[in-house]
Each structure stands twice: as structure tokens, then as C-alpha cells.
């Protein structure tokens, strides 16, 4: 996946979930990645986090702790 | 088999609950007041004679053979327009009605040319009428020629305009039946009686020929006609038909019930089932006619592999196509990984055969990827209604709109993409239904014969949920809300802070105006409207889904909904209109990358032990891939392989270009299809399937009503599809034994709450179940979220409004929008093959005056449509449905390559395509674009199948 395309997705999932309270969209938004983002795609966005996570909204980047890490096997 | 009668009472059922008792012939019965003489002798088993009367239409009294006497009143009055009256006695048969009968048959039949399988035949015999005294010497519409030599200025020739059905005006009697079926069981008013006395005669349109008319084709008028005179073509070629089976039909979402009715193993004619739950006797273009395409001559009916794509297939045995592909999977897995592999498993296909698949990529694939077509249509119904409601399907049944007060329509065609359901939402709205359009294009519904919305808010794309969080604005700020339905159904928390977002000004349609385009009066006075007048209910389509915001979308419809108290109840609701036949059971099968069968997600440890318990295997807990994260995946390098069930990812996907890519880079492609099809371009296996006429299984529509699809002849390719997936399992390592279609449905139901009550022996029984099935309602549940919601209490969901970052600029300052059309179906594989292309042979680009004219683009030139990510050409048509600076067209044709336009933005939730979207710029053209060529050649070369050579005689 090209990181504009992953960045464009997880963004649009926090653009929704700004509309609640901060502590609550962060959990949301964890859990809607943990619930529908396959593992490599959830790599794909913790290897662009380490890179400094350059144009991921702050609510993701707030939510990664939530965010279960993928077993690099599984692709 | 025998060939399958209904028993037709003559005039609809009465719906009075108070009961009348009287005396038909000396048998007493009673019957609901309001019921006819004609229906109330059916019912004691006494056929009246008749010609004009039919069950499903209202009486009519023209042909006045149903004549009876009543002791104590004067006269013979019809017994279909008397109505049954307390201590009345009907006498059905005496010699003076006998003698009036055969008087006015023998009327009749003297201007008819009697024909020896017709109702008039059937008719005359009835009432005893063996020989009639009139030849055809005076004024009659039977002979062309007169006595004197002269031409019969009465006599029309036949009306063969219509490719599946003739009209032979000689055959006509004038009874009115075809009339009425197109207005009262249609709602088209194309046909009319024009003419007085004996020069009447049946007129579709403005005297034209059916084809020229507003005829659209369903076939309501064949139906009803009695005399012959309107006859399908397939069975004045073929013949009568000898025997019947009833199934489901293959197109869209409606799912109508229908007879094939067969003369050996050939098809005679497609007749809708009167007694089928979604359409209860009525039927459309499509189901009605267009099945010629599963015996057309593209049918590929051999299994095909080979080892490039852009070798020629070379036929093989099922042995060898089934260990080919078995091979390269588990190759490909051993090079790249458990999860290189996928599969997609599609909307045309049964529940079981879906259900297999998507069991074979969990189990024998030992990943979670398989997704389905519903992705890229209704998948963000799935999240949007689960979130709200706590279910994912809609809430009502069809009948259900028949006590509806206030129809909000948004984002759906019914007339183009549901025409079944359309004209019964069409029938209500005679009646006196208020009607509200949300839709960018002024559809059919906006203004048609008898049907005008009292408001179409002409939004433009991409504001949907602007428009409706203005609506809900309005009901709260003016006080309109239901507050006991919220307070009693509703989490109250969740409403509270639902209630502070959409208070804010931001939402009101005056801030909203200049973003939506809609005039904020209109849009105030359409919510007082859907929030007082009465049952209020919401259908929707793709316009809906097909966004950036269509899961968010589909959330604020169930807020207006549950703010208006609208759920739960006969007449109100949020009903989704599926676009193809099962893509309700698709979703309920587990198609989806992140849930099994019932929607349970892979992650729950409970679930997954159960369904590892039945499958006797380890089950993968993590989400697979969704359709466009294959691509993405593909063209990355961790994707590898692909199962495709019975759908055209090539050609149905966005962003064509992005999607060939993808395939490209595939190492095995295995489409399982009728035909090969724009995807087995990229193929390296191809397993031939069955069309629905050779499928023994289930389809869920879009009221969640599963109908039995039965076998009407044997698999041509000599397998059921369910089979094939079998033992491509068995192939791979996972023992996956089915004896039946039937043993499928019965693992579905041990393993799915909602469908445990289940079985084919169940649905032959009862006709058809709507999920929930199982012990809480053994019988089905035709309405969803009666006295509470399934998630417990309904919960508001905030629907910020966020634009699509699709915006138009000056490289590209139109939005282009795509749809359907009536007589073709998604991406037209069965449709085309059908004499349907006499109404739609290619797709056009509807654009509007103003920007036509700008461009300098006149009707029917061919015009270049660009986007930021491709290219294509089409024909020009110019209309004013199209508010300017919008433009529309189809995907129905694999040449028209409106997807290669389409782009990669999709739904936040779901990864549902935004389709509706995309900024183009329109110029004149006088060439096809780059894609279209390639196209082309492409079409030549990696569609080529291998002659075998030819091997002399002994």
C-alpha cells in the first residue's frame, strides 16, 4: 500500500471519531483499526510512526498506544 | 412435475377485519365484508366464468360473462363488482344465465380469431358454447382483407416491436386487463383504450408500438391478457409449457419469485410467482425475460488453465483445473506467506456456495481474506445500521411500505435499479403517500404519471450527511422530535450529546445551503414533513453508501430515524435497496474479512473456538484483507493470489488502471464465472459456474427474506460451484465434504444464531423465512426492532460532516456521478447477453445544457471524460435530469471503461469505493481513449482459448 493511501485512511477514521470526547475518539479509533485493518496494513502504519508519523492526524498517533501491534508472520 | 396453476379468485382479498356470512349455490360462507361474489364462489371452489377479472387488479365489470342472479334483486350484476352482502343468496348457474353467457362469448369469439390454447378457449368450453354463428363477413379486426377486396381499415398488423413479446390487436377484446395491469399493478400508464365503441382498441403510448412507447417492458400486460393477444415470443416458438419450478430470480436485490416454466429441460418463459413473498406476482424486464444469457453461446462450460495470462486457456479436466490451482496457491503460500492468498466471494452466488467459500479461505487458505462484492456497495449499511441499531440489515419488509405515510427516498433509483418494489412504492404513493427525493439527478420518481415528490432536494454529490444532520437540526430546534419513543428506546447519554452537536448552527440548512445547494426552506419544510406526517420511512441506495461519508451517512439516517420515532413498527424504517440479488446474504454468509457467518467478529475467542470446534481446524484471528486492500496489497508485493466467485472485479472496481495493476501482479488468478469475463483477462484458472437456473440453494433479499433457489436444470458445466470449492479444499489439505446444497444450509444454521430455525425442508414448506430464524421466531421476522432495538437502546451517533477531499478545480471542474439503467444489470455480463441492449446498446455521458454548450458538445457527439487517474470515451447525451456542473453515466458496458474514471477515495469505515464523486473535465473527442484500445487488444489476446487440433477418424 502506498503510505498516502494509508495515511488517507487512518486520517478519514479520525476525522469521524474528533467528534467525541478525546479519551473516547482515541479508543474508538484503536479499536476500529484493531477491528478492521489487516495486519500488515497496521505494520505499515507502525513502521511510518516510527519514521515520526509525517502526515497522520494527532488522534492516531494518540491512539497507537491502543493499537494492537501485528505478529510479522502473519503476512 | 406438472406445470404449476394458480388458483385466481378473480378480485384482490379484502382487507376488513368484520365478517360477512351469506349463501352461494346453497353453501353457506362467510368472507371479510368488501370481498366480491366472484372471489367469495372461488373460495367455496365455484369458477365463475370471467375474462376482465384477475386477482390482482380491482374490478372492472367490462366483459360480463361472471353475470349471477341474487334472490330478491332485479338483473344479472357481474359478480366481480357486487360485493357479498349479509343473507344474500347467489345463485351462480342457472339457464338464464347460461344463455346470457354464451350469448355474449359467442359476441366475442365472432371477432376473434380463436386460438387453441387461449383463455377464450378455455372460456367458450366453460360456458358451453360449441359453435358460433357469425363468420367474419361484416365490420370485425380479424381479417385484413374485406369481403370486397378492399384493405380492413379495422384490422393492425401485429406489434412485434417488443423483442420478448408480440401484440396481435386481432386477438384483442378490448377487456382492458393489459391497462390495467400497466397502471394499477405497474404504475407505468403506457397503455390505453383509445377509441369509442367498436373501433376501440388497445393504444400503447400515443398509438406508437411498444417500443416506442413508455412501455418498460415487465411484462404485467402479457401476464394478465387473457385472450393471447399480448404472448411471450419464446412461447409462440416454443410452445406451451409442461411443467414448472419455482426459484428466485438472479438480478437484483428485490428477489422475486418466479416460475420457470420448462418444456423438457428448455425454458419456455420466466412467469412471476403470485405467491412470493417480496413480489407477490409481479416482475420486471430483467427477471421476467432476460434469462436467454445462461444458455447463450459465450458460455464457457470446460475448466481452463494456463500458466501466463497472456498464453491461450487451454481446456482441462475438472481433475486437473482444481490440482493446477490447488498448486499454485499452496506454492505461493509457501513463498510469501500464509496471507498472500485470497479470495472474493460474490452476490450472484447462493448463501451456501458463498458460505463455502469463505469457509475455504479460513480454512483451507488459513487466513481471514476474504471479502466480498457488497464491499463495494453496501458495506458501510453493514457498520452504519450494526453502530445505531445493533443489527446489519434493514428493518422492514416490502409490504411494509404499504402503510407508509412519508417515503424518504435517498440516493436510489427504485424505478431503474428495483423495479418491482418501485411499483408498489409507486402504488402507495396513488394513494396519497407524501414523497421526499434526496438525489443530485431528478430521477424517474421526482415526476411520473400520477406520482410527483413534494420535494426532490437536488443535492450535490458528496453532501449527503450535510442534508440529513440539517434535517435532523430542524425536527430537534423546532421541538418535532418523538421524545417518549426516545426516552423509551433510545440510550439517553448517547442522545444527550447527540443532541449538543446537532443543535449547532453549523448544522442548520442555512449554514448547510451554500455547501449542499439545496435551499435551506426546502429542506426545512421536507423535515416537518418526514417528522409529522404520519409513518415515515427511509429506502435508500447506493447514492447513500457509495461516499467518503457512507458509513457516517448511513448513522445519521438511523439518528432521523430514531429521532422521529420511525423504527419498529409496519410503515417506517431504514431499508436499504440492495443492488444485486444476494448481497444481504453475502454479508449474513461471513464474507467479510473480519466476521463469520452472523456477523460475529474473528476476534471474539468465544466464536472462533465454536466455528474451530465444527471445522475441526485452527482459525486465524486477525482481520483479513478487504477487496481494495488486495490491490493495494498486490501491487505492493505481499498478495499473491486470488479466488474470485461470480464477480467482474475488473471491471465493476474504481480505478480501473489501479485494479489491472493488481492483477498483474498476481502470480494466480482463479475466476469461477459463466463467461470469461473482463477479470479472467488476468486469469490464470478458470472454473466454469452455474447461472441460477442450475443452482439448488438460497438468496437473501433485501428484506432479509431467504428464498429457495431451485434447480431448473442440470449444471451445464457438470458441477455445482460448491462442489468445485470442495475439492479445491480438499485439494489444499482441508477435508470439506458436502453431500448437498441442503447439508450446507444445515451447518450454516448450527452455526449462526440468527438463522438456527433454518432449512430447506422449512422454506418449502413456508415458501420463505426473514431472518432472525430460530426458536425466539420459528417462523421468521419480517419486521426488526419491534418494542426495542436489538443492541438494547437505540444509540445517536455524532455524523460530523466532513467533504470528500474529491473537490472539483479548474483541470477538472465537474462531478461525475455513475448508476444504472433499468434493463441492465451491474457490469451487463447477463444483461448484454440478452436482447436487453435493444433498450441500452451502449453507456452515454448524461450532461447538462449549460455545460454542454460551453463546450460545445451537441447530442450524441462523442466526448472525452478525464480524471485525475484516467481516461475514457463515451457518447454524449444531453439532459437536464443533471443539475449543471454534474454529469452521469453507467457501467453496464466493459468498453465504456467508467471505472477507469472512478478513483481510489473511499468510506472511512469500510473501504466502501466513493463511486458517486469524482472531479472530470468533458471535451469533444473524436477518438477512443488509451484505455479503450488497450481494452481492445487485450480483449483479442488474453481472452484466446486454445484450439485443440483435430484428430482424424479410424
Known sequence: ?75 | MTLITEIDYGTPKSKSTAMVTLEIDGHSITVPEGTSIMRAAMELGTQIPKLCATDNMASFGSCRLCLVEIEGRKGTPASCTTPVAPGIKVHTQTERLGKLRQGVMELYLSDHPIAGDSAMQDMADSVGLSHVRYGFEGENHVSPVRLDGEANPRFKEKDESNPYFTFDPAKCIVCSRCVRACEEVQGTFALTIDGRGFASHVSAGMDENFMESECVSCGACVQACPTGSLLEKSVIALGKPETSVITTCAYCGVGCSFKAEMKGDEVVRMVPWKDGGANEGHSCVKGRFAWGYASHKDRVTKPMVRDRITDPWKEVSWEEAIGFAARRFMEIQKKYGRGSIGGITSSRCTNEEVFAVQKMVRTAFHNNNVDTCARVCHSPTGYGLSKTFGTSAGTQDFKSVDECDVMLVIGANPTDAHPVFASRMKKRLREGAKLIILDPRRIDMVRSPHVVADFHLPLRPGTNVAVVNALSHVILTEGLEAKAYIAERCDPKEFARWTDFIRQPVNSPEAMESITGVSAAEVRAAARLYATGGNGAIYYGLGVTEHSQGSTMVMAMANLAMLTGNVGRNGVGVNPLRGQNNVQGSCDMGSFPHEYSGYRHVGDNSVREMFEQVWQTALDSEPGLRIPNMFDAAVEGTFKGLYVQGEDIAQSDPNTNHVTHALEALECVVVQDLFLNETAAFAHVFFPGTSFLEKDGTFTNAERRINRVRQVKAPMQGKDEWQVVCELSQAMGYDMHYNSASEIMDEIARVTPTFAGVSFEKLDRLGSVQWPCNDKAPEGTPLMHVGGFVRGLGRFMITEFVPTTERTNRFFPLILTTGRILSQYNVGAQTRRTQNVAWHAEDVLEIHPHDAEVRGIRNGQMVSISSRVGATTLRALISERMAQGVVYTTFHHPVSGANVITTENSDWATNCPEYKVTAVQVTLSNQQSDWQKDWEIREDENKRIAVKPLVAAE
Open chain 1, 1 to 75: 500500500m502506498e503510505t498516502r493511501d494509508m495515511l488517507r485512511m487512518a486520517n478519514q477514521i479520525a476525522d469521524f471519531f474528533k467528534g467525541y470526547p478525546r479519551e473516547e475518539a482515541r479508543k474508538e479509533a484503536a479499536t476500529h483499526l484493531n477491528n478492521y485493518w489487516d495486519p500488515r496494513m497496521r505494520k505499515h502504519l507502525f513502521e511510518h510512526l516510527a519514521k515520526g508519523g509525517e502526515g497522520l492526524d494527532p488522534l492516531i498517533i494518540e491512539a497507537a498506544a491502543q493499537i494492537r501491534k501485528p505478529k510479522m508472520d502473519a503476512a
